[in-house]
């Protein structure tokens, strides 16, 4: 009841795609995340010293008429939570930007911050987590907490067709969505695997993908050919 009632708010205070990431970057609803984003931004890592962390939500980024929307799991410690934008700053990123960049979504191949130039055609980039969390595992509260900003994130997405979701956390966090307001049903026959592909109530398309994280991409578990091959696909369901 409170998360209708909050959704119900939300809709009507952020109007637009912009008023909705300073909402969110102004969020305190978890605690424990944002005192860990607040001393990771304070200790820093030794080869970011000279940084000033961003330490805060990190906000969604991409083409506002997007008809892909790429969904993470959470920033990055000294990643996104350093660079304050999804999937800059880390391995993740180094792996995630290049495929964007040959399938034509990014307009270049490197991300390095949020003033690089980096600007995505087709495509927004957003997470079911927006803290970073310790050892990147948000807690089901945590994410709970964070539902009703992709749910009015992706209401306002007027252009929306098809979903990649980057790891079965994220895949989760698509259902779950479409079960708060499609009514989705029957989940246990929607089942996470890489490249696997579903029609959703409401219209959108989901695409499974592993993550790009470095344990995934280092030990070839998910190659550049595999991930180019998502988004060539994403692109080919939303007609692009």
Not at 36 to 65: H, I, N
Not at 76 to 95: E, I, M, Q, V, W
Request: aromatic share 8%.
């Amino acid at each position: 009841m409170a998360q209708a009632v909050r959704g119900k708010a939300e809709a009507a205070e952020f109007a637009t795609l912009t008023a909705l990431n300073e909402g969110l970057v102004a969020c305190d609803r978890c605690p424990r995340l944002r005192e860990y984003c607040a001393q990771v931004a304070q200790v820093k890592r030794r080869a970011y010293l000279d940084w000033e962390y961003w330490g805060r939500p990190v906000p969604s980024f991409g083409d506002e008429k997007a008809r892909v929307m790429a969904l993470g799991l959470a920033p990055g410690a000294h990643g996104s939570n350093r660079t304050g934008r999804p999937f800059t700053g880390d391995g993740s990123g180094d792996f995630l930007y290049p495929v964007l960049y040959e399938a034509g979504f990014a307009s270049q191949p490197k991300a390095v911050s949020r003033n690089d130039g980096m600007k995505l055609k087709g495509l927004w980039i957003s997470a079911v987590a927006r803290c970073a969390p310790p050892g990147n595992k948000p807690d089901p509260g945590e994410l709970k907490n964070c539902a009703s900003w992709l749910d009015r994130e992706i209401s306002l997405l007027r252009n929306l067709r098809v979903v990649v979701c980057l790891g079965k956390i994220a895949f989760d966090g698509l259902l779950a969505h479409t079960a708060r307001t499609q009514g989705l049903s029957a989940k246990s026959e929607i089942k996470f695997s890489h490249g696997a592909e579903y029609g959703l109530p409401g219209g959108l398309k989901a695409i499974a993908s592993y993550h790009p994280s470095l344990q995934n991409t280092n030990t070839g578990r998910l190659t550049r050919e595999m991930f180019f091959e998502i988004f060539r696909r994403a692109r080919v369901l939303a007609e692009l």
